[in-house]
């Protein structure tokens, strides 16, 4: 009965998708990030994921990101497809698309509410909340130790280009989608052909400002992309674009931030420099996407997910989530 | 052209400006003095896309890239060095310098100019310079009176020390803090400041989680301390020179240093009396970079003088960490 409903609470939120609320994407950029999110939410997807054994929790607390608007759709599902009533707290003065997700929810008979009271929490007998490091902390140190808490603190993701790759708009997709603020955005291009990704990308990026416009960028981040720009152009180059820019860096200048609709391009002798570039932090990646070839070798830093370029903003709802088996977690 | 004759040329500028007879144009120094830096300094060269006439031309220098590479003409490590605090991110940006003569003789000149009535009994909630010699704050208050008494240690304010020193003065002191020194100390009792002292605040609270407004930390320094007045100081490690001004008013730069605010996204000026991302052009940034490109966000007035906003808004980029961070930790919360 309530896979019936969350089948039936994501075809409605993909009819409606062009109602969303207004998130600081643009119209396109928040239609990217939603259908990317539903579309993993696929009829066996939703099967499987619900397979591992359990009683589910009566109640859930999700505490939903400000920048990844899209994230709580596959944790709402999974969680009311198990018969969990869900809180949905959101930042405050930021519902995100919250009172979107409800009202459809509502619409079909699902449990679902949202708040930005932080003390919803306080009693939950399961939370889950994404957050920088200290943030998880202080959630985790607040709670009963009954509660069963999945916290998931900062990650970062980088993009492999080897020689000869082609698929520089996949890899602009990727970029784009969340205007590259997701823990999932590449936040960094380690390739050993810079020369070859520069011939590319710029043309990339410029087809996908087209098609996705970039949102609303706040002015700390136009100046910190401008301060990377700089940078950039004393150590390597900076090729800045109308919505979208490319820099690139030397390794020793390579920087794990993200920045909206920018590339952070980092030339490395091989493979094997790429990979002791992220070794260090090896611990904090979410997602490595791979051009062409050469996955099996990214599959030893240890990252939950080594994808395709163009699938890094895609995640499939059956996996682990930043390497924790999440969904027999979603059960007693 | 050289460090010499432009150290000359700027102290005498200095000295000229506040008599009202400059002895050349801020422009003509300006573009020599960027021209001189852009020959000796390859970051400032990679900056330049074509030829400068005016100071509002010259290139910005990022405070960000000061913690990512070394710029300025100094290439040694002989001289003087100054770094930030690092409070907020934890790299520190570092200013070097090969002499401060320019930094320190336009330090006295405007804050003499500024506050003539000057206490020469200094309590300074900061770091002694003598042991904290990278930090430019110190470094400039030390160059105010050698009659000085200093109580943080490691980021640490005595109280008891500063209240002792407050209580032994029978004569005015010049109080100078950094706001958040100040608030810490105001949060025990503190004894009230002999007649005639000043209070001077400088600096905001970034990267603490302790935070209080300016109107609050001055109106509580204001009825606790009794100073004659409240000035407020505005400087940054990247900068040799300070703008002065008070809790009501806008802050003054001195004649060799000039304000800018420009639009974030692109960087272009904009008009007097708009709010934007504020740049630095300072004739004393002589072995730096003249131009400055800070991460605050003010409006520069048709006379010059500045009134600062606070950092540039929204949120800090850090990707999707900053997710629900900002946060339960901090006070914007989700």
């Not at chain 2, 003509?28 to 030829?51: K, N, R, T, Y």
């Not at chain 2, 240093?257 to 991302?277: F, H, I, M, N, R």
Request: net charge negative; charged share 20%; aromatic share 6%.
């Amino acid at each position: 009965m309530s896979l019936e409903r969350v089948r039936a609470w994501r075809d409605r939120l993909r009819a409606d998708r062009d109602a969303a609320p207004d998130v600081g994407l643009s119209t396109q950029g928040r239609g990217l990030v939603i259908d990317d999110a539903l579309d993993s939410l696929t009829d066996d997807a939703l099967v499987e994921a619900l397979s591992p054994a359990g009683a589910p929790f009566e109640r859930a607390v999700v505490v939903a990101a400000r920048t990844v608007v899209s994230a709580p759709i596959e944790w709402l599902a999974l969680l009311l497809a198990r018969g969990t009533d869900v809180v949905l707290k959101h930042p405050a003065g930021a519902a995100g698309l919250a009172p979107w997700f409800v009202s459809h929810a509502e619409a079909v008979g699902l449990p679902l509410v949202a708040t930005e009271d932080r003390g919803a929490v306080n009693d939950a007998p399961l939370v889950v909340a994404m957050g920088d490091d200290n943030t998880i902390a202080t959630l985790r140190a607040s709670l009963y130790p009954t509660t069963r808490f999945l916290g998931f603190g900062s990650r970062f993701s980088v993009a492999w280009w080897s020689k000869g790759s082609t698929e520089a708009d996949a890899l602009a997709r990727d970029l784009a989608a969340h205007d590259g603020r997701g823990c999932m955005s590449p936040a960094m291009i380690l390739t050993d052909d810079p020369d070859g990704l520069l011939a590319l990308l710029p043309d990339a990026m410029a087809r996908a400002q087209a098609r996705w416009p970039r949102g609303e960028v706040s002015a700390i981040e136009h100046a910190t992309s401008r301060s990377r720009a700089v940078l950039a152009r004393a150590t390597g180059r900076a090729i800045v674009g109308e919505g979208w820019a490319i820099h690139r860096l030397p390794p020793a200048h390579a920087s794990k931030v993200s920045l909206p609709r920018a590339a952070q391009v980092i030339g490395v002798t091989d493979v094997d420099a790429a990979l002791a570039l992220v070794a260090k932090d090896a611990h904090r990646l979410s997602t490595i996407g791979v051009a062409s070839q050469g996955a099996a070798v990214w599959a030893t830093t240890g990252a939950p997910r080594v994808v395709a370029l163009g699938q890094m903003q895609r995640p499939v709802l059956v996996r682990r989530h930043d390497g924790v088996p999440h969904l027999t977690l979603l059960v007693r | 052209m050289s460090r010499e004759s432009l150290v000359a040329r700027v102290l005498a500028f200095q000295d000229g400006a506040l008599q009202g007879r400059p002895p050349e144009s801020f422009d003509a120094l300006a573009c020599d003095l960027h021209a001189w830096q852009a020959a000796h300094d390859p970051v400032i060269a990679s900056l330049v896309e074509g030829p400068v006439t005016t100071w509002s031309q010259i290139p910005a220098v990022p405070v960000d890239v000061f913690k990512q590479l070394r710029v300025g003409t100094v290439k040694d490590d002989k001289g003087v060095l100054f770094r930030t605090s690092g409070t907020t991110q934890g790299v520190r940006g570092v200013h070097r310098m090969r002499a401060t003569e320019a930094y320190d003789h336009g330090a006295v000149l405007w804050a003499r100019r500024f506050l003539p009535d000057m206490p020469k009994r200094i309590v300074a909630l900061l770091d002694d310079p003598r042991r904290a010699t990278d930090s430019s704050l110190s470094h400039m208050v030390g160059l105010f009176s050698d009659d000085a008494s200093w109580h943080v240690t490691d980021g640490r304010v005595d109280t008891e020390a500063a209240n002792a020193a407050v209580r032994a003065s029978d004569a005015p002191v010049f109080l100078c803090a950094t706001a958040f020194a100040l608030a810490i100390w105001l949060e025990g009792e503190v004894p009230r400041l002999p007649d005639g002292s000043i209070v001077m605040v400088t600096g905001g609270f970034k990267g603490r989680v302790v935070r209080l407004s300016d109107d609050d930390l001055y109106a509580d320094a204001m009825t606790r301390l009794g100073p004659k007045r409240i000035v407020t100081e505005y400087g940054m490690t990247e900068l040799s020179s300070q703008m002065w001004g008070s809790p009501e008013d806008a802050y003054r730069p001195p004649p060799w240093l000039k304000a800018l605010a420009v639009d974030p996204e692109s960087g272009a000026p904009l008009e007097p009396g708009t709010p934007g991302q504020l740049r630095f052009f300072d004739l004393a940034n002589i072995d730096g970079s003249l131009a400055i490109e800070t991460l605050d966000e003010g409006v520069v007035l048709g006379d010059g003088a500045v009134r600062l906003r606070g950092r540039l808004a929204g949120a800090p980029a850090r990707g999707c960490s900053l997710t629900v961070e900002d946060g339960w930790v901090g006070e914007d919360a989700p």
